[in-house]
Structures are given as structure tokens and as C-alpha cells.
């Protein structure tokens, strides 16, 4: 669901309404929040003007005398509208979107720059609509609202703050998309694109979900790998069977390649996921248990079940090792990581270290295709690459 938040400071003028349909045609958008619109009446052609289309849906909010002015529009071909509910300082839409068949609440928020009103539309809203899948907010303060809701702020592409004074004397980040656990689980790879600042002193947002191929991932080890017996000869005899001709550079990279196919072999076939080892482990627990609860066991069975749950303990660690990696969360050694916080955290932590984008010959990449034809000399004077002494 790709969806456009903008602090638009007054809809009138051909120049805004062009600007929404421009960037609504270029992303596909399907769903967007406009704040501060300044205009206490809207009527369908201002709509369909401003989307580019007819096949629209919308939701006005006139707020006090045109001031915090709310409206919420959604393309009636990829969102399908149920209710909705509006209240001091939001518009709050359920429908369905409808490619991935997920029912979600959108809430198109802009809270009065008055502490204690600001303060009653989180309030309400928290009493109100704790499963909340998308917000579009417009306020400084929300810190207190993200912790009761259990939100996550979506990482930035593009530029660190929304908002940039006329005169430049000042910026910051008023704007931002909050999204609930099970957003991220829908939308893993989901993040808030910033653009260029044309019509507003606010930046537009766009919110979508890309999942881009920058090539070949990095060498990475599992710490519990270390923990299986003879690891560290089987990685030895992997490494002097490979024969690599070329420069000490060359030798290193292809030797790693080799290892990392071999590992993930060897992860599979050999080591095998963890998770459904323990299942099968605890699946013969029980077996022996119900022969338990009907007949007595034997002395061979006994000491099978003796041998499962010394397993049992292995795998238990192997699996608290593998969770404590990914996460890099040290509370986790006192913590449970049965939450559902902490794998939300664990999707949190991949989609904050994922690659935006790289800085070629000074321009700001974001296409890997481009990226990827680069002269292969050029790459490796734009990145920096040092001289590997050779070693091997």
C-alpha cells in the first residue's frame, strides 16, 4: 500500500494541485493525507482535480474556521472504503486494500500546537483506536502516544528533517508515519520517502514498501555454528581444498564465495534449522510420554528420553544464541524472546540496516541497475577500496 502524507499550508492554486497529481501519478499512490488544506468546504471536483481521477474516494475535516483543516483521499481501485470517524484534530478511514486483502485503519492526524489539546487527541485516540495499522502525523510532541500504541517510526530515505523554515534559520522533523506491529508484518520492507520540498514549507512523504537487489550479500557467520562440534577443522579442510588463481584481492573474494555456498549447504543439510529440530525433538518427547502414561517404559527408552532432553537443552541454547545475534539486544539475556516487541524489533533492526542507496561519483544512487554498471575500476575508486596485502 503506497500511501502520500503532505502538510500541504492551503490547497488553493493550480500550481499545488498539479504537484499532487504529479507525484500521486509517479508513485501509484493509493491512499493520502493531506494537513492544514485551509479550506472549510470541499466538493468532489476539487477532489478529482487534485487526484487526477474520478474513481475517487474522500473524507473531509473543516476543522475551527479552516484552521487544521484535515482531508483524506483514497483511489476506490485499490482501497476499499468501510467507515469512518472523525474527531478533534484526525480523520481515522477503515476500509481494505485491496491487492493484498488487508483490512487497516488509516488515521490522518494534525494536532493543534496547544500542549493540552495536543494531549487529548492522543488520549482519545489511544482510548479509541489502539490497533491502529497507518498514522500520518503533523506535531512535534508524540513520543508518550508512540510508547502507549507500541508503534515504530519508519527510517527516512532522503533527507533527516520534514520541515525547513522560508528563511533557512531553522528545521526539524514535524512530520512523520507511525505503524503498528502488524503493518510490519504485512509491509516488512516498508519506509518513508521524503521528497523534494516544492509547494510547502513540509516535505511530501511517500510511504512504500521496496525491496531492492543490490547483488551479492557480504560473508557473515553464525556465532552458533561455533558451538557445533569439529566446525572449525570442516571450515579448514573447506578452505585449503579451494584452488583460486589471480591477484591476493581475487583469491580472498572467490574463496569466500565458495565458503559461503558451502556453509549454506552445510547450514542445510547438516545443521539444520533449528526450530524445526526442536519441534521434532519435543514431538518424540510427547510420543514417549503418552507410551509413559499407558505403559511403563523401558530401560532403552528411558535413556532415549534421557538423551532427547539433553538435546532439548542444546537446541534451546543454539536458539537463544541465533535470536540474541540478530537482535543485538542485551536485555534479551534477562528478557523474552517469545515477545512479540522482540521479533517486531528483529524486522525493525534489518529494515533500519538495509542499503538506501550509494554515493557514485558523488550522485546519490538509488537504482541498482545504474549502480551495477559502473566501470568496475570507477567503483573501486569511488568506494575506496584498500590493497589487500597479499596473505593467502
Not at 484535515?70 to 476506490?76: G, K, Q, V
Not at 494531549?119 to 479509541?128: Q, S
Not at 534449522?273 to 525433538?281: A, L, M
Request: proline fraction near 2%; glycine fraction near 8%; aromatic fraction near 10%.
Amino acid at each position: 500500500m503506497i500511501i502520500l502524507n503532505l502538510n500541504i499550508r492551503g490547497v488553493g492554486g493550480g500550481t499545488k494541485a498539479r504537484y499532487l497529481r504529479h507525484v500521486i501519478a509517479g508513485e501509484g499512490v493509493d491512499f493520502v493525507c493531506l494537513q492544514e488544506t485551509k479550506a472549510k468546504v470541499f466538493t468532489e471536483a476539487k477532489c478529482f482535480s487534485l487526484w487526477g481521477d474520478n474513481k475517487v474516494g474522500w473524507i473531509h475535516h473543516e476543522g475551527e474556521n479552516g484552521c487544521g483543516s484535515l482531508l483524506s483521499m483514497w483511489y476506490e481501485e485499490a482501497f476499499s472504503y468501510v467507515s469512518h470517524v472523525k474527531g478533534k484534530g484526525f480523520i481515522a478511514v477503515f476500509g481494505k486494500h485491496i491487492k493484498s486483502n488487508t483490512s487497516c485503519a488509516v488515521v490522518n492526524v494534525y494536532a493543534a500546537c496547544n500542549l493540552n489539546e495536543k494531549k487529548i487527541c492522543w488520549k482519545e485516540l489511544t482510548e479509541d483506536y489502539r490497533i491502529l495499522f497507518w498514522v500520518g502525523v503533523c506535531v512535534a510532541i508524540l513520543m508518550l502516544f508512540i510508547d502507549a500504541n507500541s508503534l515504530f517510526d519508519l527510517p527516512l530515505v532522503g533527507k533527516t528533517f520534514t520541515w525547513f523554515k522560508s528563511n533557512g534559520s531553522a528545521k526539524s522533523r514535524l512530520d512523520r508515519v507511525l505503524v503498528s506491529e502488524e503493518w510490519m508484518d504485512i509491509w516488512p520492507m516498508c519506509k518513508q520517502y521524503v521528497q523534494q520540498r516544492e509547494v510547502s514549507d513540509h516535505c511530501a512523504i511517500v510511504v512504500k514498501s521496496v525491496d531492492k537487489d543490490w547483488g551479492p550479500k557480504p560473508f557473515r557467520s553464525i556465532d552458533v555454528w561455533l558451538k557445533e562440534k569439529d566446525f572449525g577443522e570442516l571450515v579448514k579442510g573447506m578452505w585449503l581444498s579451494y584452488s583460486v588463481q589471480g591477484s591476493a584481492f581475487t583469491k580472498v573474494k572467490e574463496k569466500l564465495k565458495c565458503l559461503k555456498g558451502d556453509l549454506k549447504m552445510w547450514n542445510k543439510d547438516v545443521f539444520g534449522n533449528i526450530q524445526t529440530s526442536k519441534k521434532r525433538i519435543l514431538q518424540e518427547l510427547e510420543d514417549l510420554d503418552c507410551q509413559d502414561c499407558c505403559d511403563d517404559l523401558g530401560d532403552g527408552d528411558r535413556l532415549k528420553r534421557m538423551e532427547l532432553v539433553g538435546r532439548l537443552k542444546e537446541m534451546e541454547k543454539k536458539l537463544d544464541s541465533l535470536i540474541c545475534q540478530k537482535a543485538r539486544a542485551n536485555w534479551f539475556r534477562s528478557g523474552d524472546s517469545s515477545t512479540k516487541f522482540f521479533h517486531t524489533s528483529l524486522r525493525w533492526r534489518r529494515l533500519r540496516n538495509e542499503v538506501k542507496g550509494v554515493e557514485v561519483g558523488g550522485i546519490w544512487c538509488e537504482n541498482p541497475p545504474l549502480y551495477a554498471r559502473k566501470p568496475k575500476a570507477s567503483l573501486k575508486a569511488d568506494l575506496k577500496l584498500r590493497r589487500i596485502m597479499e596473505f593467502v
